[in-house]
């Protein structure tokens, strides 16, 4: 993959930063924040529907495949931006919002913490469909938006779970 993971809502970084100017390169006009908002996701879905993809918003392997091969078949992204800062934590636990498609140490984390307020979940790090329907069950079991994304309010909570 291209940009090195998942980009999908609540993603933010260099991945961002430069798949936005990639799009850009592409035809879709995009500001370039390293935020993959709203906007973002709408355009992901207009990339997928023109390239005959699944639209779901998620910026996957089949989409940075077509990415790649529309840049010239360059498998790099974008130039990184320089000059970036680190994004502020906004009290996030695990330092990013966490969504069907996430991996890595930051989902392993959360997925201890889940088993240890009470979720049966396996702990390997990739945030797939049972990680979702988990975050789904907590945010319902504890009256936030039940939408999936493991965000500052579910991080929030967990975080008062854990103290």
Known sequence: MIYGKVLSLGAT????????RDMNKVGFKLGIDGSFGPGSRSA????????????DGYFGPSSQAKMASLL???P??????KTEKPAPSNGMIYGKVLSLGATGTAVRNWQ?????VG?????D?????????AAIAF???YGLTPDGYFGPSSQAKMASLLK
Do not use: C
């Not at 970084?13 to 936005?20: D, E, F, K, L, Y």
């Open 112 to 116: 201890r913490d889940m088993n240890k």
């Open 44 to 55: 992901a879905i207009a990339f997928q529907k023109k390239y005959g993809l699944t639209p």
């Open 139 to 141: 945010q319902k079991k």
């Open 76 to 81: 790099k992204p974008a130039e990184p931006d």
């Open 125 to 133: 790090g990739s945030f797939g469909p049972g990680s979702r329907s």
């Open 72 to 74: 010239n078949g360059s």
């Open 119 to 123: 979720f049966k979940l396996d702990v």
């Open 13 to 20: 970084g260099t991945a961002v930063r430069n798949w936005q």
